[in-house]
């Protein structure tokens, strides 16, 4: 009995501690909990913004120097296989050489422009060039690649019409009068809002900069992309010596090589593009600066109101 008497005793009092110490934590420990928790993610996408920053500005300053050792290499091989190709010498009755044509085309869309797209996101952010130098580099490096445009198409009309063979057959020549006529708007869309002193306005310079970064992107893009069917068109009109039917002679993998090239220098610089756009959000939004209410400045990585008028201002300059 008195045994009985001491276990209900003990459950007495278990019960009234429990009944004494609620389940959940009072409001304020929760709040505090709450607090806490979102501080510990804040510092985790602090220090997940500061990773991701870390690699854009890494690949910022290699991927153009891996733009250019891949345009570097294509013109190389490109001599290669012009070489193979008996240079410029003229075909069966007088007709103009038609490696003019890809010579032109290859350094106009595969050397030139790269590098003008590399002097803004490369040449001024990184290595220490002035707006103005970048801009002037730019637009001379367009200007080139525009007239080299104009020679190539005039070597292949008059190769092809020396041929006898019908103009515009090809999705490839479908593909070059696009890019063309784009590439040829884009430069004097370019040359009389950016170039020409006082023929806009810095509002106007900076509405259309949007537009002009896009359709520039998209001249590249489809010159790449055009230069690569060429390539491969060329290649069904090639054969090899002194069996036709194979299919490993250097004029043919040469072709193979330029192809390849091509695609990775696009791809590459487009990467350098991006890399540099994201370094410059990660800089401009406002992970780890502290808005005065304890809350992080622009908390959805967007760039910060400064940033963006920084980048209006200089968009708007001459």
């Known amino acids: 009995a008195a045994a009985a008497a001491a276990a209900a005793l ?15 934590p009072p409001p304020l420990a929760r709040g505090a909990s709450s607090e806490h928790c979102d501080e510990e993610n804040t510092s985790n996408n602090n220090n997940s ?9 890494v ?25 193979k190709l008996k240079w410029f010498e003229r075909e069966k009755d007088g007709v103009v050489s ?12 595969l050397v030139l ?26 637009a001379a490096l367009h200007g080139g690649s525009t007239l080299l445009l104009i020679l190539g198409l005039v070597a292949i009309f008059a190769n092809h019409g020396g041929h006898g063979v019908p103009p515009l057959y090809s999705a490839h020549s479908w593909m070059g009068v696009g890019t063309a006529s784009l590439m040829g708007l884009q430069a004097l869309a370019g040359a009389a809002v950016y170039l020409v002193p006082g023929a806009s306005s810095g509002e106007t310079r900076a509405a259309l900069m949007p537009w002009h970064r896009f359709f520039g ?26 069996d036709p039917a194979y299919k490993y002679c250097a004029e ?7 192809t390849v090239l091509a695609a990775a220098t696009a791809a590459i610089v487009f990467g350098a593009l991006y890399a540099r756009w994201a370094v410059k959000g990660g800089e401009g939004n406002g992970n780890g600066n502290n808005n005065g209410n304890g809350s992080r400045g622009s908390a959805s990585g967007g760039e910060d109101p400064e940033a963006r008028s920084l980048t209006r201002n200089r968009e708007a300059e001459d």
């Open 49 to 57: 913004s500061g990773h991701d920053s870390m690699a854009s500005s």
């Open 252 to 258: 043919l993998q040469l072709a193979n090589a330029l």
């Open 98 to 109: 038609f490696n003019y044509h890809p010579l032109c085309m290859g350094i106009a869309f």
């Open 59 to 83: 690949a910022a300053g290699t991927l153009p120097l891996l733009a250019r050792a891949s345009y570097v290499a294509f013109f190389c091989v490109l001599l290669a296989w012009l070489d």
């Open 113 to 138: 422009i790269p590098e003008a797209l590399l002097a803004y996101a490369d040449l001024e952010e990184r290595r220490g060039w002035s707006h103005a130098s970048a801009k002037h580099l730019h």
């Open 217 to 242: 992107g998209a001249t590249f893009a489809m010159g790449a992309a055009t230069a690569c069917m060429g390539l491969q068109e060329k290649q069904g009109f090639i054969k090899c010596a002194p």
């Open 10 to 24: 003990s459950s007495h009092r278990t019960l009234a501690l429990f009944s004494q110490e609620p389940l959940l």
